[in-house]
């Protein structure tokens, strides 16, 4: 019998053995992780849980295994898997291929991720993008029908109506009626773009670093909290940062049509990817009128026009289609520049500019010729780097005008990002192995605030904001529980819910619930779907309700969802995160009772009517 190579060679074998020990090791803390929670609690080790999860008079069990999954064992999961795959991919895919390295990540993402491929679609996904597929597998794909729809925000399921992923995930559904293995399908089909993402990035990075660094960066990139929770999601941002990430690449190498068809698709699956289109037609300019090779190419200048034509569609499609009344709401000049200060990404990304155009000054310092000619050549002789912060500056000036900017809406900046304020750090460290050592303890840093570590914990079901780290399972987890635990026990009643779990609870395709339930909406209108809108109390038979209790950020009031004359018949928590169950409804009908004497005075005055 033949013995393998590795294991005649020592420093073979110390590669192989310690990737193989970490990689078990993860796999063992990913199985027994609950089970030694639980067996500290029946121990009487609560005191030494609330070390680590913090003080707490909820004897819970789901409080200590979400809350220790979320502190401990998660991260120390992803760091160990995470640390493997940076060995193997150091040893053994430094020079590898495009495809070859792009199927070690998606066997990476395959392995360590495998118990979520049947997690339903979370957040603003799920009342969104989610909501209007389902509308257009059941409505035949009838997009005139659609357009005429109530827009979401005014309960209605017309959320993009012109963006592609909708009509991508109906066509799925039409395809794989078995909902979990629609989950699952459009789970693998996520860590394929993934992959795709990862070996493009460090194509890419690879005509700016060497080997070693751009393997490095990449899988940085990779273990950066905010890229491991969307590569676990069913919405729109892994395709359109897929659309953007082709469209940076091609631009890099100056074909220029080509980028801007993928920034054009990129705009078609979600419209924030403008900016690329603005970036290309800048650059397209550039290069018609200094670029050494593409001086007065016409074709290069149509390209760049191509690019904002898609931009300006997509815009045109969302203020005038949408029925948007020619606004959108937290939109306007400068808005988001209270957002932009809080932002540490604004800073990195202005200091490593500053860096770049001071290389720009000391390499122009002692050169022949007109300051204009002096710094086309710079530009020429940097064009790669000198694109991507052009892309970074074209994502902060569009988010510059927007006053709501949730985590994931930096995800699609990331690549440009990185490049950019990683050249400037080699250029003042020259030591190359002193960047790749800060580049390592970045990746072990990376990983293990996978769960959010970093982050103050957040109580309330905010799902914009746990979107950011691998802390947004719990809800996620928490809501199939609510599902199953309403299937099992209240079925036969009317199940009356805020606006998201409505939704999940309404809808069988959507994976939370199994079967059609009976669902009332409060608070919110909701349009389709044979959902209930909540009209006070004396239009219902309260003892045929039970109503869903959480805390959200539309929802903190002193007595909101239940209070003093409500009754709480089932709690339930996974972590922090936690719901109830109760009957009565008093509380719920005092507020909309409110909110409709609002609305009467508001008309009374003249002011635009509300729809609520």
């Not at 004897?59 to 493997?84: I, K, N, Q």
């Not at 809800?475 to 079925?491: F, P, S, T």
């Not at 079967?515 to 044979?530: A, E, N, S």
Request: charged residues 15%.
């Amino acid at each position: 019998m033949k013995i393998p190579s590795w294991l005649n060679d020592k420093n073979e074998r110390k590669w192989i053995v310690s990737s193989i020990i970490l990689i078990v090791f993860s796999l063992i803390v990913k199985q027994f992780a609950d089970v030694w929670t639980v067996a500290l609690l029946n121990k009487g080790a609560a005191p030494f849980l609330n070390s680590i999860t913090g003080p707490t008079s909820a004897y819970s069990f789901d409080f200590y295994t979400g809350r220790m999954h979320e502190l401990l064992w998660g991260p120390l999961e992803v760091l160990c898997s995470g640390f493997a795959f940076l060995l193997l991919s150091m040893r053994y895919l430094k020079d590898a291929s495009p495809l070859r390295f792009g199927l070690a990540v998606f066997a990476y993402l395959l392995i360590t991720k495998f118990e979520i491929l049947f997690f339903p679609p979370y957040g603003d996904s799920g009342s969104g993008p989610v909501i209007e597929a389902i509308w257009l597998f059941h409505h035949n794909f009838d997009y005139v029908a659609l357009s005429k729809e109530t827009l979401f925000v005014r309960g209605g399921p017309k959320a993009y109506l012109f963006s592609l992923y909708p009509t991508y995930l109906a066509i799925l559904m039409k395809l794989i009626p078995n909902t979990k293995l629609f989950l699952a399908v459009n789970h693998l089909i996520i860590f394929g773009l993934s992959a795709l993402i990862l070996s493009f990035f460090r194509s890419l990075a690879r005509r700016i670093f060497n080997d070693k660094l751009s393997m490095l960066l990449s899988i940085f990139l990779l273990s950066l909290p905010l890229v491991q929770s969307q590569i676990e999601q069913i919405n729109m941002e892994v395709p359109t940062l897929l659309f953007v990430m082709l469209s940076l690449f091609y631009l890099s190498e100056k074909k220029i049509f080509r980028s801007s068809i993928f920034s054009g698709l990129a705009v078609f699956t979600k419209l924030y990817a403008a900016y690329m289109g603005g970036a290309i037609f800048f650059v397209g300019v550039y290069l018609f009128f200094f670029g050494r090779e593409q001086k007065k190419n016409f074709r290069v200048f149509g390209s760049g026009v191509l690019s904002m034509l898609f931009v300006i569609l997509g815009t045109l499609a969302l203020f005038y289609f949408m029925d948007l009344g020619g606004k959108v709401d937290k939109v306007g000049v400068f808005q988001g520049f209270a957002l932009m200060k809080t932002f540490p990404i604004s800073y990195f990304y202005l200091l490593s500019l500053v860096g770049f155009v001071a290389f720009a000054i000391q390499d122009l310092k002692g050169k022949e010729g007109s300051v204009l000619s002096r710094i086309v050549c710079f530009l020429n002789d940097h064009y790669r780097v000198a694109v991507m912060f052009v892309c970074s500056a074209g994502w902060f000036i569009l988010f510059l005008n927007s006053g709501w900017i949730p985590p994931r809406y930096t995800f699609i900046l990331l690549p440009s990002l990185i490049l950019g304020i990683f050249y400037v750090i080699c250029r003042l460290v020259e030591n190359e192995r002193v960047v790749e050592r800060g580049i390592i303890a970045l990746i072990f840093v990376g990983f293990l605030c996978s769960y959010g570590l970093p982050y103050p914990p957040v109580i309330i079901q905010d799902h914009a904001i746990v979107e950011r780290s691998l802390e947004y399972r719990n809800d996620v987890m928490l809501h199939m529980k609510l599902a199953r635990l309403i299937e099992q026990k209240y079925a036969n009643l009317t199940v009356a819910a805020p606006f998201a779990i409505t939704q999940f609870l309404a809808f069988p395709e959507m994976g939370f619930a199994h079967k059609k339930l009976d669902v009332m909406i409060y608070l919110f209108p909701c349009t389709y779907g044979g959902v209930k809108n909540f009209e006070g109390l004396e239009k219902i038979d309260s003892r045929k309700v039970v109503w869903v209790g959480v805390e959200t950020p539309f929802m903190r009031g002193e007595h909101l969802p239940n209070g003093s004359y409500d009754h709480v018949i089932e709690e339930l928590q996974v972590g922090n995160k936690s719901a109830n169950l109760f009957v009565g409804g008093f509380s719920i009908n005092a507020v909309y009772r409110q909110c409709q004497s609002m609305v009467k005075q508001l008309e009374e005055k003249g002011i635009q009517k509300l729809e609520l």
